[in-house]
């Protein structure tokens, strides 16, 4: 019995079908989105699912894209960063860490964005704790945290249509 | 590099047949660490994500079958209930990133003694189902972990399946570790009362090669408690526990902790789960009455 060498990869990601050719059997759905996709947004950093900066959703469900092989994601739906807002159409969670100055150099910012998207679907207003968690596996070494959660607050009123 | 994505569990088990050096993968969350770091270079890879099989659970006469391939979300959203000591022992898993695809089949598999999945397993006696294209078999979890990474299971075989007993009274899991999240356990400690049969399962992580039942603290608290009254556990009694659950660890100094810190801590987490569960066991009731743990 031969196995397949994953010459070609067939995926949805942000909503479009993608064909992606000559992608190596070892290698991480974080690789294909990267550097044969040229989406940049999910970040490269740990490797080993520490830090959360390249969390996806992965047929809905929050994922380190770093622990995902790429051709587990055959025939799923991946939803990037770069899926949810761009420098145009800002989502509301994306402008919420602007408001709330959660972003210093950056780099956790993007997976911040798609965990704390991921919480307010299922939390539109959700407590500090319940921020904590859902948070607890993206690491930032800048801010301390207290804006980032200070911007899921406000990103879950903006998103109820409240005050802000 | 080989990479396999079998659409059912029979057509896993004759890719294994054909490579038994051939290495499974679901949730990635050890694995894929190995090959990125290039620690690892599996000549071949079976993708379990898509077999229907390992990712369902069911129930039958007062046990839980979990396929191998259910995560660790799922099992604290679907099973808390009815298994309580390791929908707690999950909720203290990686982040919500990996609860969402590490599953028990990987802690079986890796069979690493920090796997916080299986104490829980072990305290409550449960049994993992492996198979090959020859048929099936079950062995005690506390079998199946043969050492530091290390279990009994054969080249052609693939883990299919937990068993685990549906809780017949209060559990729980502690952990030691330097923050809540994404912690490798320094030590762990599973309980779970048997409020029908009036004895006590325990089980040590992270504390010796494989995880380790403290047989002589079970008989030891089992005699002890009053289970008619549910009178408090006197002090010394508590004290006593801790002694026997310490006293069968094995551990070593690591970067996480010393051996003598991971015994002292043992202890504390012994006679502070027996209090829990005892407490809770008292506010519950009689066997007849308990209906699962407090939500």
């Keep these: 019995m031969e196995g397949a060498e994953i010459v070609r990869l067939n995926l949805r990601i942000n909503g479009q079908p993608h064909e992606v050719d000559d992608v190596w059997e070892g290698e991480s759905l974080l690789y294909v989105l990267r550097e044969r996709l040229g989406l940049p947004g999910s970040k490269n950093a740990c490797e080993q699912g520490e830090c959360g900066s390249c969390s996806i959703y992965l047929d809905g469900q929050l994922v380190c894209a770093c622990l995902v092989l790429a051709g587990q994601a055959e025939d799923r739906e991946v939803v990037t960063v770069e899926g949810l807002g761009g420098s145009n159409d800002l989502h509301p969670v994306q402008e919420a860490f602007l408001e709330a100055g959660a972003v210093q150099c950056g780099f956790c910012t993007p997976g911040l964005i798609v965990a704390a998207h991921e919480l307010l679907s299922r939390r539109p207003d959700p407590s500090e704790s319940e921020i904590r968690e859902a948070l607890a596996g993206n690491l930032c070494r800048c801010t301390g945290y207290e804006k980032i959660i200070d911007a899921v607050s406000l990103a879950g009123r903006k998103m109820a249509g409240g005050s802000t | ?295």
């Design chain 2, 1 to 295: 590099m080989e990479f396999f994505r079998p659409a059912s569990l029979a057509e896993a088990l004759e890719i294994k047949a054909a490579h038994p050096g051939g290495i499974p993968i679901a949730g990635g969350t050890d694995l894929m660490v190995e090959i990125n770091f290039d620690k690892r270079r599996p000549e071949v890879l079976i993708d379990l994500t898509v077999c229907p099989e390992l990712q369902e659970w069911s129930r039958s006469n007062g046990t839980i079958r979990i396929g191998s391939g259910v995560s660790y979300s799922r099992l604290i959203a679907e099973l808390a209930g009815e298994l309580p000591g390791l929908a707690i022992a999950s909720r203290t898993v990686g982040s919500p990133q990996i609860r969402n695809r590490g599953t028990l089949g990987g802690n079986l598999g890796t069979a690493s003694p920090a796997g916080d999945g299986v104490p829980p397993l072990v305290a409550v006696g449960a049994e993992v189902e492996v198979a090959s294209t020859n048929g099936a078999r079950t062995l005690p979890v506390a079998e199946f972990i043969t050492g530091v990474k290390k279990n009994a299971l054969a080249g052609d075989e693939l883990i299919v399946a937990v068993h685990v007993p549906v809780a017949k009274g209060p559990q729980q899991f502690s952990k030691i570790g330097t923050r809540n999240a994404m912690v490798i356990a320094v030590a762990t400690f599973s309980i779970a009362l048997d409020l029908e049969s009036r004895t006590v399962g325990t089980a040590l992580g992270s504390s010796s090669p494989r995880p380790l039942r403290a047989h002589d603290a079970e008989e030891f608290i089992a005699a002890e408690l009053d289970w008619a009254e549910h009178t408090p556990v006197p002090a010394n009694v508590a004290e006593r526990f801790g002694e026997l659950v310490a006293g069968v660890a094995t551990p070593i100094d690591d970067v996480r902790g010393t051996a003598a810190y991971r015994r002292h801590a043992l202890g504390v987490m012994a006679k502070r789960t027996l209090t829990w569960t005892w407490d809770e066991a008292g506010r519950l009731g009689a066997p007849a009455e308990w209906k699962g743990p407090r939500s």
